[in-house]
């Protein structure tokens, strides 16, 4: 039986010279209606059909492009389609007895009568403890109980306090000791900023932080300090899995801290330049991620019939590019986007992963297989692209092991199938305008604030400035400030020595030959506002006092101040109308009777704005005074005596 295929359709443009002319002539009464001869003698005419005829011509040949002559295109311009990507997915375990499982390790669930799969990214052993307590010593804040927190959803707590300094520490309790411990921190991140992203660049690895981790041993007075074999937060930095191994000595015991006897692991701030204070989310003991698909590892084999372009089908589908080990008899083949870089004795190969085929080459772009050759695919790896991003709750086995619970208490993410060419073209558009080059001072500032796997909430470059020396010609000197996610804090947000270092690797791979660059936090000003006000008789005083003192806070604010609310401009001076302004806008101020300013470090010119000392600073809120007219107060009380 014949079955009839249709040939596709494809959304030309294939209008002829004589429509584009016709469309073209109907058009001139609309645009220039003195023009009134349309004969061919007339030269307008005799243009019109030239072009037409360009036009018919440049559709011609435009439409004799295809998918292929883009996708070439963008690999010349050094751009290509994102392959297809697998969801990535993190997995509890629970199990009465220690149970090792290998990176590789398949699990499987089931999605809508059908089974999907996902492989373990990393060993894990299941310990079989339980996490009693979370204690947090702030040391000068006091000691906090935050197991309730840890086990409620959307709850928060500070891992080291919101003032973070030398000697804070965690405290974890668990139920009985064990030779190995793993768990995952998830740091809460929903009020910040998405770190920095810059092109394909990988993020920067740095540290402002040093943290000393300790068990309690078996005398039940001594610590004894344990390094952890994998610290994937990088000292609290962001989520990541901690593991212990060779846990020798742990044993229960009972701390001042807490009236429970635990097993208890410390984690102990030596040095600190967090640029805000950690917050954990969750703990989870026992969760490691999964990576969706499945390896294949059964050997597939074919002979080579010595034609060109040979072509072979595997028995599993869709295929992930670069995961597939090939050989031409007992020689590895290598895999290509194409073969417009191969000789004819490369033994490469080209993957269409969808339809899971591969094929060779034609002995001038490619090495042929020669007639009767062995062929063999022994390992390669199948994933489902988007449709591995499942949701939450799933359970999960484990094909022959028995006696173990498996949860996903999030759902998987960043699966995503091949980018078509027409989102690779647009994608490309869109990074031309990306600057890649430290030219401009926005160009500074840009790169900076983009820095990779960095949360910088502002950047201002100061051209031919030194940090040290004032002016000086050819250097460039960035002053940047970390994000944070506090509205009232201590100590501003001043970026560590290793933030610093990473903004300046940054910059310096895209700076001109011979910029002196140099990178520094802002210098901060103390400012204080003492304000008097009169309040309309509708609103309580102490209301007002609360939403005034909110309101300068607010404004005050090196990240979330100013007039558009992204930071006080680096630089600028602060001025009493400004002040006046914002505080006008507070509900029940009727008016402002005094408003002065002081500053450390800075001057007052002769209307008492605040000048601020160099081109570096910014502010930040110091403890402001806001209190309501006396004579105000005094005749509303007498009012309210008297019945009025």
């Given amino acids: 039986m014949l079955i009839k295929k249709e040939l596709p359709k494809p959304n030309l443009d294939d209008r002829t010279f004589a429509q584009l002319a016709d469309e073209a002539v109907k ?59 697998p969801a990535r997915i993190d997995l509890t375990f629970d199990s009465v007895k220690a149970t090792p499982l290998k990176k590789g390790q398949g699990i499987i669930t089931e999605v809508s009568g059908s089974e ?56 974890l309790g ?11 921190c998830y740091l809460y991140e929903k009020d910040l900023i998405p770190p920095g992203k810059h092109g394909n660049e990988p993020e920067y690895d740095f540290r402002n932080a040093s943290l000393r981790w300790e068990i309690m041993t078996g005398d039940g007075v001594s610590w004894e300090t344990v390094t952890p074999a994998i610290d994937a937060t990088k000292d609290c930095q962001n989520s990541g899995r901690i593991v ?22 410390r984690c102990t701030v030596s040095d600190s330049a967090f640029e805000y204070p950690p917050r954990i989310e969750k703990i989870r003991l ?60 490369d033994n490469h190969f080209i993957l269409n992963c969808r339809d899971g085929e591969i094929m060779f080459g034609d002995g001038m772009r490619g090495k042929t297989p020669a007639p009767g050759s062995s062929i063999k695919v022994t390992c390669y790896r199948i994933c489902n692209g988007a449709e591995g991003n499942i949701g939450q709750g799933y359970v999960w086995m484990i094909n022959g092991i028995e006696d173990i619970k498996i949860i996903n208490h999030k759902s998987a993410s960043g699966g995503s ?24 001072s926005s160009d500074f500032e840009y790169l900076a604030v983009n820095t990779p796997g960095l949360r910088i909430a502002k950047a201002r470059a100061l051209p031919n400035y030194h940090p040290r020396e004032g002016e000086l010609k050819g250097s460039v000197t ?64 102490k209301d007002i006092i609360a939403e005034a ?44 009777t005094r408003l002065s300013l002081q500053g450390e470090p800075a001057s007052q010119d002769s209307d008492g704005n605040l000048i601020l000392p160099s081109s570096t600073a910014t502010v930040y809120s110091g403890k402001h005074t806001v209190s309501i007219n006396k004579t105000q107060e005094e005749c509303r009380k007498k009012n309210k005596d008297a019945g009025h």
């Fill in 478 to 541: 960035v002053v940047v400030i970390p994000f944070t996610p506090l509205e009232f804090f201590e100590t501003p947000p001043y970026p560590s020595q290793g933030f610093r270092h990473a903004v300046c690797r940054h910059i310096d791979r895209h700076r001109l030959l011979g910029t002196d660059l140099h990178i520094t936090g802002p210098r901060y000003v103390k400012v204080t506002v003492s304000l008097v006000v009169d309040v309309t008789e509708s609103f309580p005083g």
């Fill in 174 to 184: 668990f139920d009985k000791p064990s030779d190995t411990l793993s768990f995952t």
């Fill in 244 to 265: 212990f191994e060779n846990l020798n000595g742990w044993s229960p015991s009972k701390l001042y801290i807490s009236e429970e006897t635990c097993c208890w692991l």
């Fill in 549 to 592: 003192t909110k309101t300068l806070n607010r404004y005050l604010h090196p990240v979330l101040g100013g007039h558009d609310h992204k930071g006080w401009p680096i630089g600028r001076n602060v001025y009493r109308s400004e002040l006046y302004e914002e505080l006008e806008q507070v509900e029940g101020i009727a008016c402002i």
């Fill in 27 to 85: 058009l001139i009464p609309g645009i220039a209606p003195e023009w009134t001869d349309h004969n061919l003698s007339d030269p307008g005419i005799m243009l019109i059909e030239l072009f037409a005829w360009l036009s018919e011509t440049s559709l011609y040949r435009l439409n004799l492009i295809t998918d292929r002559h883009r996708l070439k295109y963008l690999r010349i311009l050094g751009s290509d389609r994102l392959p297809q990507m």
């Fill in 417 to 440: 199938d091949p980018e078509t060419v027409e989102d690779a073209a647009a994608r490309f558009m869109q990074d031309l305008r990306v600057p890649y080059s430290a030219v401009t």
């Fill in 286 to 345: 026992n969760t490691v991620s999964a990576a969706q698909g499945k390896t294949i590892l059964d050997v597939e084999e074919w002979t080579g019939d010595g034609l060109p372009y040979q072509k072979y089908s595997l028995k599993h589908k869709p295929v992930m590019n670069q995961s597939l080990a090939v050989s031409v008899d007992g020689n590895t083949a290598g895999e290509r986007p194409d073969f417009d870089g191969s000789g004819p004795q």
């Fill in 116 to 171: 999907i799969c996902f492989e373990l990214e990393e060993d894990i052993i299941v310990a079989p403890v339980k996490l009693l307590k979370i204690i947090v010593d702030e040391m000068t804040g006091g000691i906090h109980d935050r197991t309730r927190m840890n086990a409620q959803a959307d709850q928060f707590f500070a891992v080291f306090g919101l003032n973070v300094q030398k000697d804070c520490a965690l405290y």
